[in-house]
């Protein structure tokens, strides 16, 4: 107190109004007591309130209220308006812009109330001699300046929250559409990978049921053999279809785990083309949980299109498949010696209906949907093909579901 004193003696006009904001010994014991009861209520509003789920909006709104009268107390026993800290109802005023709009303006409007409160809780300091009346509008100013200073705040911190808002609401549901977009184009590529995979089987159906009258005892025994094969193969796709389990399998939803090892079952797909499949680096023990049956009716049709490629070219035929495991990612390549393509038809290979094959062999989607169904596990293909030398199609997917 002895050096405050000194100061006030050198230099009054700059220490008085510092002074007048710092508690008194009179005024000390009833700080302390709001200082104390606001920091109770805040703990029980912690402890007992948020744990049991019983704030609301009303209650959040409320507790600002509360903290402004507050704030409005504790100004008034500390030099009220000349107090330099009656900035800080900025902050309730703030937090009330993340509540709602009707309790950031009762905020907003509870502070200024509370502002101008200040001016009848104790005696204004006079200022110099001379500019008593400067001193006093410069005070008005000051909750004119307040007023003016809060509605701006409130109004723009109010509409960056209601953007920020909009913003995320807007991007959930275009979250939502392209998640139910692509369910749609998954059930698509399946139902089109189906009806893709039932044309081998009624092919072939279709060619022995013209030669049966063509046959002997012997050779039709063998086609109906063949035929009832086929029919069990389609009954197998379409029934692949209309189940629930397969159709969420498909999507890549709760796909149970199996080993790159299996991969060697798809050989038949090829008829009498020799395939050859070999695994590097121990892929053959690594475990995937993308869906067995999607990767498998991939590496089918991979290995269909290179058996009919080589069925083209004369001379060897054979086809090779490579299987490798890098940074979780799972690499197959499928090689095969047979016509291939030239440049301007390896680049249209995985486009809707192209297709290499006789007219009315193929609808040209087989690539196509390897591709979208691929890229829905998160995978990728890639083709590189000379003429007369054969194809080699490669194809990337993850081990693990993304």
């Keep these: 107190m ?40 805040n703990v029980y509003v912690a402890r007992v309130v948020l744990p049991s789920g019983r704030a609301t909006v009303t209650f959040a709104g409320l507790q600002l209220l509360a903290d402004s009268a507050a704030l409005t107390l504790m100004l008034g026993l500390t030099g009220g308006a000349t107090n330099p800290f009656t900035t800080l109802y900025f902050v309730p ?35 110099p001699p001379g500019h008593e009346h ?36 807007e991007l959930t549901r275009l979250r939502d559409q392209a998640l ?23 092919g072939t159906i279709a060619v022995l049921a013209s030669e049966l009258p063509h046959m002997d005892s012997v050779e039709r025994d063998d086609a109906a053999g063949s035929i009832r094969h086929e029919v069990s193969r389609c009954k197998k796709i379409v029934q692949r279809m209309s189940t629930p389990d397969a159709r969420v399998q498909a999507l890549g939803a709760d796909a149970e785990p199996w080993s790159l090892a299996e991969l060697r079952s798809e050989r038949r797909a090829t008829g009498e083309v020799p395939v050859e499949v070999s695994f590097e680096g121990g892929s053959e023990d690594a475990s995937c949980d993308l869906p067995r049956d999607a ?14 490629a080589c069925r083209r070219r004369p001379g ?43 007219e009315g062999s193929g609808m040209g989607l087989g690539l196509y949907l390897t591709r979208a169904q691929l890229r829905q596990l998160g995978g990728s293909i890639s083709a590189q093909s000379e003429p007369g030398r054969g194809t080699t199609v490669t194809i990337n997917f993850p081990l693990a579901s993304t």
């Design 2 to 41: 002895g050096a405050a004193a000194s100061l006030m003696a050198f230099a009054p006009q700059l220490v008085a109004p510092v002074l007048s904001w710092v508690p008194t010994s009179g005024t000390i014991a009833g700080f302390v007591a709001i200082l104390v009861a606001l920091a109770m209520f």
């Design 93 to 127: 005023i703030t937090l009330a812009t993340q509540v709602s709009p009707r309790w950031t303006w009762a905020v907003a409007g509870a502070s200024l109330a509370g502002f101008g409160l200040l001016y009848l809780l104790g005696p204004l300091p006079q200022g």
């Design 134 to 169: 400067h001193f006093a509008g410069h005070l008005q100013g000051m909750w004119f300046s307040f007023g003016v200073t809060g509605a701006l705040i409130t109004y723009f911190v109010h509409s960056i929250a209601m953007s920020v808002a909009r913003q995320r609401a």
């Design 180 to 202: 139910e977009d692509r369910h749609l184009a998954s059930l698509g590529s399946l139902a089109a990978g189906a009806a893709h995979e039932l044309g081998t089987p009624l």
């Design 295 to 308: 990767i498998g009716q991939i590496l089918r049709e991979l290995l269909a299109n290179a058996a009919e």
């Design 316 to 358: 060897k035929r054979e086809i090779r498949v490579r299987v490798s495991v890098a940074d979780a990612m799972a690499r197959i390549q499928v090689e095969d010696d047979g016509e291939g393509m030239d440049t301007a038809l390896a680049g249209a290979a995985f486009d809707p209906f192209f297709s290499t094959k006789p």
